[in-house]
């Protein structure tokens, strides 16, 4: 995209394109973390106020409420000048599937967390990942430096897809999150370069 | 009324307008779509026109003169992305914003794009 104004200086502010990546996993298992040990801002929150959604708060005793918040955490990372990263925690409870089709929509990849002691709370974001087609690599969170798991156990034990990266990391770490950005858009290269081979 | 009434107060209390009273109860933009990473430019400083636009349209033409995300938009004027989506489709109607579509949906991402990001993500 090579949009140019000029403003009142005479200087030229290109639009940059910028790029989404999904991070979901379970509750608690570190999104938040992740987006801001990675994040080049303070992570921003923002929030969607839905209205009229089924399934939105228990409305017992409070019938005339219809409206509902929910905050997504974001982040950005500045490629180049006209290239952004933006980062999406997705958010966790099941009755707001629906704000994920947007996210995902144009989405470059998704990281889905793992904990190990709870691996179940990410089988949904799979699950959703897989039947959108959406490319994702499994980041397990080891928060207490502790590797309990190989990641080929992690692997086995979620049933993933072959070729699907799984990787170790402490989501804390800016290093370990920024590795974990580069196996995914990686594997989206691999993918892409699969796909056009055997068209 | 219960003892800890009074515990809420100023920020934690919440916003004492509700957000669509803002957007007349509108909950939809008049026109088209605003992607959360869609790129908005305000196309004429503010105060160039606009009747009967609210304080927080004339921030959004503020806040736009260097080209921002929608998203960005949203967590810098603390509005949520709904009221956000509806405040631009009138500033657009007004033609005092454009708006850049982020790479079609359904395009593959191009690989010369993915290796940029890799070695811009290496570079950090």
Known sequence: MDSVRSDRNGA????????????????????????GSVSEIRPLQTEEVLTGVEGADDVNGVEGKTTTTVTMDFGRITITDDLQLYLFGTPGQDRFWFLWDEL???????????????????????????????????AVNCFDSEQRFAAEAVGRALDLDEGVPVVLFDAREPVGARNVLIELVEYVARRQLTAAASR | MPADAHDWLD???????????????????????????????AT?????SGAGLLP????????????????????????????IRVLLGDLRSAGLISMYEPPAASAPHDVDVLKAVVNGLRAL
């Not at chain 1, 967390?113 to 974001?125: E, G, K």
């Not at chain 2, 004429?44 to 160039?48: E, K, M």
Request: negative net charge; hydrophobic residues 50%.
């Open chain 1, 12 to 35: 030229t502010s290109r639009i940059p394109v910028a790029l989404k990546i999904l991070i979901a996993g379970g509750f608690g298992a570190g999104k938040t973390t992740m987006v």
């Open chain 1, 104 to 138: 995902s929509q144009g989405a470059l990849g998704a990281v889905v967390l793992a904990d190990t002691r709870r691996l179940a709370d990410c089988f949904p974001s799979i699950d959703y990942f897989e039947q959108r087609g959406t490319p994702f690599v499994v």
């Open chain 2, 11 to 41: 920020h934690d209390a919440g916003p004492v307008v509700r957000p669509y009273a803002m957007t007349q109860g509108r909950v939809a933009p008049s026109n088209g779509e605003f992607d959360l990473v869609a790129f908005i430019v």
């Open chain 2, 44 to 48: 004429a400083p503010d105060g160039a």
């Open chain 2, 56 to 83: 927080e349209h004339h921030a959004i033409v503020t806040a736009a003169w260097e080209p921002i995300s929608v998203v960005e938009l949203a967590s810098a004027l603390d509005l949520s992305i709904g009221v």
